[in-house]
């Protein structure tokens, strides 16, 4: 037999990525849209009729990007294992050729890309409707939390058997963040919600880049981690299966 092109090689991962967008989404990224828009749009009409009520760059990028994009990342990951169990299909991964790290890295890295997409649209949508900031920028440090957050969820729905009850865990952990996130307003590790545009009084832009930067870096890191947690159990599972 011939070993194949670099064509055949092209088009057997695109397919393999458009089949995980189609199993992973379905149609939830389309009702995830309209829920952004919908709330987009409540948020216009209370500007249009109070236009005393608008947005700092301050708050644009947590209550318009950074919030929704959290929330969307849970609706997008809680049911990825239990969309699977109700088609019977989690088990028949597990007996595939291919390593189960393989077949979930191809779906999360599809799902982690789709967000950081929403993210970045939402953030230019923010732009051009509400408040003007640096909209890459902000799009990009919002689509931190909304890796761990969706990594969280994804984390949840494994060792759980309810979407719903994964959904509602990653939810709460998500109040937690934003009750402690204004104690944390000076550039703390621990903070999910750390605004760049908030810049504290009397600390130097150089410290206050460092603190962003080890902030993110840390955010990723627990993002990763969980990531990895979450298909190690899975292992265990297979191991038992076989």
């Not at 009750?179 to 550039?187: F, I, K, Q, R």
């Not at 930067?213 to 990763?224: E, K, S």
Request: hydrophobic letters at 55%; proline letters at 2%.
């Amino acid at each position: 037999m011939g070993s194949l092109t670099y064509r055949d090689l092209w088009q057997s991962g695109l397919q393999t990525v458009a089949l995980s967008l189609r199993i992973v989404f379905h149609r939830k990224l389309l009702f995830g849209v309209l829920g952004v828009l919908g709330y987009y749009a409540i948020l216009y009409a209370v500007m249009t009729f109070n236009p005393s009520d608008g947005f700092s760059v301050e708050d644009a990028l947590n209550i318009l990007v950074q919030l929704p994009m959290c929330a969307l990342a849970v609706y997008l990951s809680m049911d990825l294992v239990a969309s699977e169990r109700d088609r019977d299909t989690l088990e028949t991964l597990f007996s595939t050729a291919s390593s189960h790290y393989a077949i979930w890295s191809v779906r999360l890295g599809a799902l982690h890309g789709i967000l950081l997409l929403s993210s970045l649209a939402m953030s230019t949508l923010s732009y051009f409707l509400f408040a003007e900031f640096p909209f890459v920028l902000g799009g990009l440090n919002a689509a931190v939390p909304a890796f761990l957050v969706a990594n969280l969820a994804f984390y949840f729905a494994v060792c759980v058997r309810s979407s719903n009850a994964a959904g509602m865990l990653a939810l709460g952990c998500l109040l937690l963040c934003m009750m402690v996130s204004d104690d944390l307003a000076d550039g703390s590790v621990y903070n999910l919600f750390l605004n760049p545009f908030n810049i504290p009084a009397g600390i130097d832009l150089t410290v206050w880049d460092d603190r962003i930067l080890l902030n993110r870096a840390t955010v990723l890191a627990a993002g990763g981690l969980l990531l990895f947690l979450a298909l190690r159990r899975m292992e265990r599972r297979e191991r038992l299966l076989s």
